[in-house]
């Protein structure tokens, strides 16, 4: 499969606890991006990483998240001290930076339940 | 902040009848990309759109993007019930590289 590929699929954690998702995007993609969907929503961006260098970072990131990209292929979200709040859909995506068609690859993504 | 806004928020129409999507941005796009998302799914990339006024056909899909470039419609003749999803407009974040900002979406479903 060379699509992006997100792990876990789904993760119920306690509130308070840490959690990490993994995401693999296509090979050859320069660009990583990591997007949160809630219900009814369109996706919403998170942070963004190209090769190894994280570019940006949305003011919904607060500081119990963190991204890396150490190496620039997979990269890692972690959150820190889950809320409830933090409850949602959270979507990796990649894509070739430089070309003309800029379209987004999104993974399956990973489901976060915080009860 | 920078919007991009999408009516309707849904769709109901019989098999075989039209459905258009509406986005519009606060602010011009270099851009404007639309996806779909399957029930269950993540968000499969459909096209972009460029240039003022550009239109591209999909065999039954229409997308147009305005003179302005601030709003895109998406257009499906004869709908079936493999169109079911919501479609997403989404474009470039002002000032940014990468950040693509999205519609809230419009759901469509599909009654045959």
Redesign the interface.
């Known amino acids: 499969d060379t699509g992006v590929s997100q792990n876990p699929r789904h993760k119920i954690t306690k509130r308070g606890q840490n959690v990490t998702f993994r995401c693999d995007p296509i090979s050859e993609h320069n660009r990583l991006y990591w997007y949160r969907q809630t219900l009814g929503q369109g996706p919403e961006f998170l942070t963004y990483f190209q090769n190894e260098a994280q570019l940006e970072k949305s003011r919904l990131l607060s500081d119990r998240f963190s991204a890396e990209r150490p190496k620039g292929s997979f990269s890692t979200l972690e959150i820190q001290r889950t809320e409830q709040g933090d409850s949602a859909m959270y979507l990796c995506a990649s894509s070739l930076a430089g070309t003309p068609n800029t379209e987004a690859f999104f993974g399956q993504g990973t489901r976060l339940t915080v009860v | 902040g920078q919007q ?1 806004m999408q009516i309707p928020q849904y769709q109901h129409v019989q098999e075989g009848e039209d459905f258009t999507t509406y986005c519009n941005s606060s602010t011009t796009l270099s ?1 404007i ?1 639309w ?1 779909k998302q399957r029930p269950g ?5 459909l096209i ?1 759109l460029v240039k003022s006024g550009e239109v591209k056909k999909q065999k039954r899909l229409t997308f147009q993007f305005g003179e302005a470039k601030k709003n895109s419609s998406l257009h499906i003749t004869a709908t079936q019930t493999t169109d079911v999803g919501t479609y ?1 407009c ?1 474009g470039p ?1 002002g000032g ?10 419009t759901k469509l479903s599909v009654k045959p």
């Open positions: 991009v851009n990309q996806y799914g993540h968000p499969v990339f972009q997403f989404a974040q940014s590289q990468g950040n693509l900002i999205f519609g809230k979406g």
